[in-house]
C-alpha cells in the first residue's frame, strides 16, 4: 500500500542507499590505494590488499540488503565477525613502525561495516560490536608497539573515529524517520489544499452555470409578467415562477449535503469506516437526486466495498448533480492493497442507468473512485 509516509520514506532511503553504496565502494578502494602507496608501512602488502578486497566484497554483499530492511540477524553478526578479522589481519600485516596515517585507515575502513549496522540496528547492537572491534585492534596495536605516547595517541585517534563515524550513522536513522514524517506531513497538506481547491472551483463553476441559466430563463419570465404578457396568477406561470425561485435559492446558498435519502443510506457504511479510523468527509455540488432502488444498491455496495478496502487516513466524498446526470468521488491518499472487483456490482442494470464505476490512480500513490449514473436511473 503507498501512501504520503511511504513516498517520502522510499525517496529519503533511496537517497541515503546511494550515499552509503558509493561510502562502501570509496573507503576500500581508498585503502587499496594506500597500500600500494606506502607498501614499506606492510610486512606483507598482498594480505592488507586482500582484506580491503574482502571488506569492499562484505559491503557489496550487505548494502542491497540494507535498502531492502534492516539487517537481519545473521547479516549482522558476519557484519561485525568481518570488521574483527579485518582489523586484525591488518594489524598484523602492519609493520611496527608503520605510518599513523596508514593506521587511520585500518580503523576507518573496518568500521565502515559496523556503520552499515548502525544504520539498520540498535544501540544495543552494534556498540558492542565497536567495543570489540576496538579492542582488537588496541590489543595487537600495544602488542607490538607497546604502551607509550604515540601509541596512546593512536588509540585516541582511533576511538574518535569509530565513535564520530558509529554515532553520526546511528542518527542519521533518527534524523531520516523526522525527515519522512515532515515530508509526508507536508504532502498531504498539499494535497488536501489542491482538492480543496478543485471543490471551491467546481462549486463555483456550477453556481455560475445555474446562474446563467436562470438569467436565460427566469428574467424574460419575470418581464414577460411585468409587461402583461403572461398572467402571474396562472397555475404554469406560478409553477415555473417557484421552480426558478427555488433554483436560485439553491444555487446562492449551495444547499445540503446531499438527498438525505442517499445519505441516509450511506450511514452504515460510514459509521463501519470511521470506527475502523477512516475520516469520511462529504460534500455536494448541484442537486443529487435518489436513484431508482437497483441503481442506489450499486452505488452502495460499491462505495462500501472501496471503503472497506482502505487503510485508516482521511478521505472526501463529493457527491455531484447537474441536470440528469450525477457522480460520486471517493478520493483516497493511499491506493488499497486488494482492490474490489467493481464490475460486479453494476451487472445487470439497465444501459438507462448509465452506470460506471472505475478507480483512477493518482502519481502520488493515492487515487480516486469514480461512480456515475443518471438521475433518474432509466425510469
Not at 533518527?174 to 498531504?188: D, G, I
Not at 452502495?300 to 485508516?312: E, K, Q
Amino acid at each position: 500500500m503507498v501512501s504520503h509516509h511511504a513516498v517520502a520514506r522510499n525517496a529519503a532511503e533511496t537517497g541515503l542507499m546511494r550515499v552509503v553504496g558509493a561510502l562502501a565502494v570509496l573507503v576500500p578502494s581508498l585503502a587499496v590505494i594506500q597500500v600500494l602507496v606506502n607498501s614499506r608501512d606492510y610486512r606483507q602488502p598482498a594480505l592488507a590488499i586482500a582484506v580491503w578486497l574482502a571488506v569492499l566484497g562484505a559491503a557489496a554483499w550487505l548494502v542491497p540488503r540494507l535498502r531492502a530492511g534492516p539487517l537481519a540477524t545473521g547479516e549482522t553478526v558476519a557484519a561485525i565477525t568481518v570488521a574483527v578479522a579485518a582489523v586484525a589481519a591488518i594489524e598484523v600485516a602492519h609493520r611496527p613502525d608503520h605510518d599513523p596515517a596508514s593506521f587511520d585507515m585500518a580503523i576507518l575502513g573496518t568500521a565502515w561495516l559496523l556503520a552499515l549496522v548502525a544504520l539498520s540496528r540498535p544501540a544495543r547492537v552494534w556498540i558492542p560490536g565497536a567495543l570489540l572491534v576496538y579492542a582488537v585492534h588496541a590489543g595487537l596495536l600495544v602488542a607490538d608497539d607497546g604502551v607509550n605516547s604515540l601509541s596512546l595517541s593512536q588509540l585516541e585517534a582511533a576511538g574518535y573515529i569509530l565513535a564520530t563515524m558509529l554515532i553520526t550513522f546511528a542518527a542519521i536513522r533518527s534524523t531520516l524517520a523526522t525527515h519522512v514524517t515532515v515530508s509526508a506531513r507536508r504532502a498531504s497538506l498539499a494535497s488536501s489544499a489542491a482538492a480543496e481547491r478543485a471543490a471551491v472551483a467546481a462549486i463555483q463553476q456550477e453556481r455560475q452555470a445555474r446562474l446563467r441559466a436562470l438569467e436565460r430563463e427566469a428574467l424574460p419570465l419575470l418581464r414577460a409578467v411585468a409587461d402583461g404578457s403572461l398572467d402571474p396568477s396562472a397555475e404554469s406561470v406560478t409553477q415555473e415562477c417557484a421552480r426558478h425561485a427555488a433554483a436560485l435559492r439553491h444555487s446562492l446558498t449551495d444547499g445540503g449535503p446531499a438527498d438525505d435519502m442517499l445519505v441516509s443510506a450511506l450511514a452504515p457504511s460510514l459509521s463501519s469506516a470511521r470506527a475502523r479510523g477512516l475520516l469520511v468527509t462529504i460534500q455536494a455540488i448541484g442537486e443529487v437526486r435518489t436513484p431508482p432502488p437497483a441503481v442506489a444498491r450499486a452505488i452502495l455496495a460499491t462505495l462500501d466495498a472501496m471503503l472497506a478496502a482502505l487503510a485508516p487516513h482521511p478521505v472526501v466524498l463529493t457527491l455531484i448533480g447537474s441536470g440528469d446526470g450525477a457522480e460520486a468521488y471517493l478520493t483516497f491518499d493511499a491506493l488499497p492493497s486488494s482492490m474490489p472487483g467493481l464490475a460486479t456490482f453494476g451487472a445487470g442494470l439497465p444501459a438507462a442507468a448509465g452506470w460506471h464505476a472505475a478507480v483512477i490512480a493518482a502519481d502520488n500513490g493515492g487515487g480516486c473512485l469514480e461512480v456515475a449514473w443518471h438521475q433518474d436511473g432509466g425510469r
